[in-house]
């Protein structure tokens, strides 16, 4: 049984569409990331919620507007996509809020946007 | 803003060498110190990982080395095995950063058999 999960695992698009990719996490944690990986495997943190409440929004384009509609789900809405949007895109999850906060994230399998 | 400089960007060590990365991190907030792993076409996974009041954890082969003063830590791979191939990637981080991971450039480990 897939922790975090993510679909699709692979979009191919041409420039100027719209696309989503979700992610979906059962291991009943209160925050949720999307990082970013690029060509040269750079993770980098875009969005983090905690109990759907935005808690890190950190300098990514207007184009790219997550969404999560419970706890266990946060999606990414991407609008008008540029080639320099091709990456790989991760879901991550982790528990927070509690005596021990361990600070171990769990990710997803990635999913590979390429813009065309 | 460089908080992390992780080194070197790729290793090839022979079957059954030490692989030894490092990292070195700027905020002195930061009081965890992990490393996570990633295979080709899966997402990160936590490896190991240290808090400062000790200087040293050994699972099996994989040690993680703490030096507070000099703010470095670093990861050794003993007996290295070809499947170890995989990036390499320390994330410190600090108890209240709400798990806003800041990761290193990553190292790319070959294990060639």
């Known amino acids: 049984d897939t922790a975090v999960s993510q679909t699709p695992k692979y979009l191919v698009t041409q420039m100027g569409n719209d696309k989503s990719i979700k992610c979906e996490q059962n291991?009943?944690?209160?925050?949720m990331y999307w990082y970013k990986q690029d060509s040269k495997k750079f993770l980098k943190i875009m969005f983090s919620y905690n109990n759907k409440e935005l808690i890190i929004n950190e300098t990514v384009p207007n184009r790219f507007s997550p969404k999560s509609p419970d706890k266990a789900h946060l999606n990414l809405h991407i609008n008008s996509l540029e080639l320099g949007d091709s990456a790989v895109y991760f879901c991550?999850?982790?528990?927070?809020?509690?005596?021990?906060?361990?600070?171990?994230?769990?990710f997803g399998e990635g999913s590979r946007l390429t813009v065309l | 803003q460089q908080q992390v400089k992780q080194s070197p960007q790729s290793l090839i060590v022979q079957k059954g060498g030490i692989s030894i990365i490092n990292c070195a991190y700027e905020?002195?907030?930061?009081?965890?110190f992990p490393w996570y792993q990633q295979f080709p076409g899966k997402g990160p996974a936590l490896l190991i990982a240290?808090?400062?009041?000790?200087s040293e954890k050994k699972e099996g082969r994989f040690t993680i080395s703490f030096n507070k003063s000099a703010k470095q830590f670093s990861l050794h791979i003993m007996d290295s095995q070809p499947g170890d191939s995989a990036t390499y990637f320390c994330?410190?981080?600090?108890?209240?950063?709400?798990?806003?991971?800041?990761f290193g450039q990553g190292t790319t480990l070959q294990v060639k058999p």
């Open positions: 994330a410190p981080l600090g108890s209240s950063n709400t798990g806003k991971l800041i």
């Open positions: 991550a999850s982790s528990q927070v809020n509690k005596a021990e906060y361990t600070g171990e994230l769990f």
């Open positions: 240290i808090r400062p009041d000790v």
């Open positions: 905020n002195t907030a930061f009081d965890y």
């Open positions: 291991l009943g944690h209160d925050t």
